[in-house]
């Protein structure tokens, strides 16, 4: 996924309100911006962080500046929460997904288990139909291991239910980590953070849900998929 522009270097001040932050321009101009991530975003909003922005020109918007990417010890981190599923759609046709570029049509967002929607839906006349559920990944504090989730996530853990659900009912049912950095070999469930989390991946991985990870290639003219990485699942627990 290439950036219709190249991004807008900047320096952090503060991020606050889940949905603002503060900024300084390298022309040394104040700046308030708005951040596409309403979660922790734990270890990634350092003040004196160098950040890059994307630039918005409509007159509707009341912020012209957007939270991109962090860079912190000198790797670039993809932060923007609506960008995943469309990196997702790349590393699936790129075949870094199991098989699941061979099936044959994708859609988008459909309608199913308890009044959700489903990031991809992919079908095929002999495979049948597998949901895929995507998650943004940008937490690590261990050189090489990439975590989820970064804070309690109650709707992550109904996916995961969810997803179960589908599973029994002889469908494929994915969990899809997308992980906007380069520098994670392994994917971890990150049960200190969210016990219930890992308890619901658990159970779903016992009632047949799949799950991958991939890592990106982040840099201020784009985000690409670059490589499947290792989920390292848990050892289950007495469900």
């Not at 049960?191 to 990106?216: I, N, Q, S, T």
Request: net charge neutral.
């Amino acid at each position: 996924m290439k950036f219709s522009r190249p991004l807008v270097p900047a320096t952090l001040v503060q991020r606050y309100k889940r949905f603002l932050f503060d900024a300084v321009l390298a022309d040394g101009t104040s700046i308030t911006g708005s951040c596409p991530n309403t979660g922790s975003m734990r270890g990634l909003t350092a003040p004196g962080s160098a950040i890059w922005l994307s630039e918005h020109d409509s007159p509707t918007r009341k912020y012209r500046h957007m939270l991109e990417i962090v860079e912190v010890n000198g790797m670039h981190v993809g932060i923007n929460t609506g960008l995943p599923n469309r990196i997702a759609e790349e590393a699936i046709a790129a075949g870094m997904v199991s098989d699941l570029h061979s099936y044959q049509a994708l859609r988008r967002e459909q309608r199913y288990g308890r009044n959700s929607r489903i990031d991809i839906l992919l079908s095929d006349p002999e495979k049948g139909l597998a949901y895929v559920e995507v998650k943004n990944v940008h937490f690590s504090r261990t050189a090489g291991l990439a975590e989820f989730p970064d804070s309690p996530t109650e709707r992550g853990a109904k996916h995961l239910d969810e997803l179960g659900d589908v599973a029994e009912a002889g469908h494929r049912a994915i969990m899809l980590y997308l992980v906007q950095r380069n520098d994670c070999g392994v994917l971890r469930i990150c049960r200190e953070l969210d016990p219930v989390y890992a308890r619901a991946f658990e159970k779903a991985a016992a009632r047949g849900v799949e799950a991958y990870a991939v890592r990106c290639a982040v840099s201020p003219f784009g985000i690409e998929p670059a490589a499947a990485v290792i989920v390292d699942e848990p050892v289950l627990a007495v469900l």
